[in-house]
Nanobody, 129 residues
Framework: EVQPVESGGGLVQAGGSLRLSCTVP????????IAWFRQAPGKEQEGVSC????????YYADSVKGRFTISSDNAKSTVYLQIDSLKPEDTAVYYC??????????????????????WGRGTQVTVSS
């Protein structure tokens, strides 16, 4: 069973950076769509970024454009989320989600519908002001 594993969260000061990792052991990333979601206390889950390395798709939520960068390392079956210029409102649990790449279900459709078959357990990001 495909099981994403997140790492890289932590406590940082506002303005700092973090790089989150999502490793999906045993898969070929070109065959998958991988996304990052986040959920802050008392708020709805938000899809922040997505990558589909097999067809070159990427997606960023408006709230993170210009500060978040998603990338993939197929050799390591790992997707990274580089977060720069962190803000206190970025504080949340960040989850990685994965599902097969299907032509009719690209990054945008999957993120908006939250239609991913497997989810990681999350990694906490806390930004102090």
């Amino acid at each position: 069973e495909v099981q994403p594993v997140e790492s890289g969260g932590g406590l940082v000061q506002a303005g700092g950076s973090l790089r989150l990792s999502c490793t999906v052991p045993g898969v070929t990333l070109d065959d998958y769509v991988i996304a990052w979601f986040r959920q802050a206390p008392g708020k709805e889950q938000e899809g922040v970024s997505c990558i589909s390395s097999g067809d070159g798709q990427q997606y960023y939520a408006d709230s993170v454009k210009g500060r978040f960068t998603i990338s993939s390392d197929n050799a390591k079956s790992t997707v990274y989320l580089q977060i720069d210029s962190l803000k206190p409102e970025d504080t949340a649990v960040y989850y990685c989600a994965a599902d097969f790449l299907v032509p009719a279900w690209g990054c945008l459709a999957r993120v908006k519908g939250k239609t991913f078959g497997t989810w990681g357990r999350g990694t906490q990001v806390t930004v102090s002001s």
